[in-house]
């Protein structure tokens, strides 16, 4: 999926920001946010359900936190020219046509509870400090952070897919609240506002390039390749012994790392998962994408056969490439768990590079050797031994480097 200037997600939103003129009512505070967050910077359905309670914890995205949906700085009402560390976010569930809004200012400026904060679009007040925190649009509820005092809000309205373009006259989005400024009620100015555009974009979440699975010795190896990802936690993996049967879950991006996904990513991104010596027999695999709703799209199934005979004694194979330049690859098997020695020799007998010297499992090793010393240097064009030497037997073979 190929996004266009204007950020669109799945089930989310995009916001084009054509004027950052969005006020607020304070002095300059601090505020430890992020004026640049990471792209996509907006964006985020959490799930189905949200209700307004003031706890702004459940803002914080699971990669990026709370910057991720950051919006826009609040202004000055005596100097709109001024931002001050106020900071507004934006959410938008395009499931429901519920838009969520997030103010927080510095935790040790007190706002003013009760009056004249409130959300508008094209003029229109949406929600203002009387609604309450049902979880039925329109709710505001106020912030506190300390419990000692308010220190923004968090207000939900049913607004449409569409553009709000700001004007002069006070359309587009408007976001306003008090402040208590040493004693005097400061208020925003009310003929300023941001241009607001909610575009959905109901596609996939992950538009998978391919989704393979291909036996390794006793192991099997699932690849897959991600073109774009959108609000794409992880990856779950599932098995099951017939197509139609029931899938049991084998790795998830909660426990394994390899597993998490790119977040919202337009590039391509590749990722393995090995199954480790299930046992011969026939599998069928699927893969499951999970949105941080925690939805999940369910990728496949994909089967493959497993017919695994261990080896009877240690199986050294043929480099490959060889001749080789700069490396090869090759790979050996071991009928029982042994100490290992692997190691390249040169003709007149010295050790040259010490690839593994440790006690391996029964299984399966593949090894690439860049044609380097023990110390990191190229070596020369020649012809090399290299040795496989366990607790019984010793195995060699010839490889050719040609610089």
Known sequence: MKFNQKISF????????????????????????????????????????????????????????????????????????????????????????????????????????????????????????????????????WVNRDGSHADGFEASAIVNEGSYLYTKNNTGLNVHVNVDNGGSQTSAVANRGISLVINCDHSLPVELGSFDAAVKGKDIILTWVTESEVENIGFEVYSSTSENGHYHLLSSYNTNP????????????????????????????????????????????????????????????????????????????????????????????????LLVHERQKAGSYDIEWTARDTKGNALPSGIYILRLKSDTMVKSRKIMLMR
């Not at 910057?67 to 934006?90: H, I, Q, T």
């Not at 194979?317 to 071991?334: H, M, R």
């Open 258 to 353: 390899y597993l998490i996904g790119q977040g919202s990513s337009t590039t391509q991104h590749s990722y393995t998962y090995t199954i480790e010596n299930p046992g011969n027999g026939t599998y069928w695999l699927k893969l499951a994408d999970v949105s941080l709703a925690k939805e999940k799209t369910f990728h496949g199934p994909v089967s493959v056969t497993l017919n695994y005979e261990a080896p009877q004694e240690i199986v050294l194979g043929q480099n490959f490439p060889n001749p080789f330049n700069p490396a090869t690859s090759f790979n050996y098997q071991l009928p029982l768990s042994a100490f290992v020695e692997m190691a390249v020799y040169s003709l007149q007998g010295e050790r040259v590079s």
């Open 10 to 141: 799945r089930k989310e939103f995009s916001i084009m920001v054509l004027s950052l003129t969005l006020l607020a009512a304070w002095p300059a505070v601090s505020l430890a946010q992020s004026a640049n967050p990471p792209e996509p910077a907006y964006g985020g359905e959490l799930g189905n359900i949200h209700i307004v309670d003031g706890n702004y914890n459940e803002w914080i995205h699971p990669i990026y936190g709370l910057d991720y949906y950051y919006f826009a700085d609040m202004y000055l009402a005596s100097k709109p020219e001024n931002p001050v560390n106020g900071k507004v976010y934006l959410r938008y569930y395009c499931s429901n046509n519920t838009l969520y809004v997030l103010v927080l200012s510095n935790p040790n400026q007190a706002l003013v509870e009760n009056q004249e904060a409130y959300v508008k679009i094209d003029n229109i007040q949406l929600v203002s400090d009387i609604s309450g925190n049902d979880g039925n649009p329109p709710d505001f509820a």
